[in-house]
């Protein structure tokens, strides 16, 4: 059983650039949840995906967007990149939307130059 | 709405020393709560989780947490530090829904 995981592991853009982060959740797990941690900061919730379907969302703006796959793998973008973006990005998987526990992936940091 | 607030953003201790990291909530509902750790350079790892059964919760390498509903705590201990337990320890709840709602964290350092 293979774990949550993310890719790219780090990235650097240019502000106003476009990016996409990808996420393959725990085997089974119908759920992905994305996070963002800024530096010295804890995650913040930017939205939760439930098969297929955007299932909540935090105060981000509309230009984070995501998806998710037939096979619940997710895929989040943000457009217009701005300086305050830079941060680790975090996928958490779990077995469905309302179960207790979230299976973290190892993040993608995300640098905004 | 529910919060979390994390009392003290770094905590030293020596080896072998009692750990207590400090965690208080805020919800209008029962609450679910949550610490994980993060090493440098990774993702979180659930550490132990409060679901309304028992109020004292053990965890992974030797941590435990109590829920204090009077007052309104779920404060972290380990009775000795290990050097490996350095490392950023974050305090949840979790919402309607299912999405996690973190404290700032608490970084602890264990000294030789």
Request: charged share 15%; net charge neutral.
């Amino acid at each position: 059983e293979t774990g949550v995981t993310q890719s790219p592991t780090h990235l650097i853009k240019t502000r106003g650039q476009q990016v996409t982060l990808r996420c393959s959740s725990q085997s089974g797990h119908n759920t992905v949840s994305w996070y963002q941690q800024a530096l010295g900061q804890g995650p913040q919730f930017i939205f939760q995906y439930y098969r297929e379907e955007e299932n909540g969302r935090g105060n981000f703006p509309p230009r984070f967007s995501g998806l998710q796959f037939p096979n619940y793998s997710s895929e989040l973008n943000v457009n217009a990149l701005e300086l305050d973006d830079s941060a680790l990005y975090l996928c958490a998987s779990s077995l469905e939307q309302a179960t207790y526990e979230q299976y973290f992936g190892p993040g993608t940091r995300l640098t905004v130059t | 709405a529910q919060s979390v607030t994390q009392l003290g953003s770094h905590v030293s201790v020596s080896e072998g020393a009692l750990v207590l990291l400090r965690c208080n909530y805020s919800s209008s509902v029962p609450p679910y709560l949550f610490w994980y750790v993060q090493y440098p350079n990774q993702g979180l790892q659930l550490l132990l989780k409060y679901t309304s059964a028992a109020t004292l919760v053990k965890g992974i390498n030797g941590f435990e947490a109590e829920f204090k509903k009077s007052e309104t705590s779920f404060h972290l201990t380990k009775p000795s530090a290990h050097m490996s337990d350095a490392a950023e320890y974050f305090c949840a709840v979790r919402n309607q829904g299912g999405k996690l709602i973190f404290g700032q964290g608490t970084e602890l350092s264990v000294k030789p």
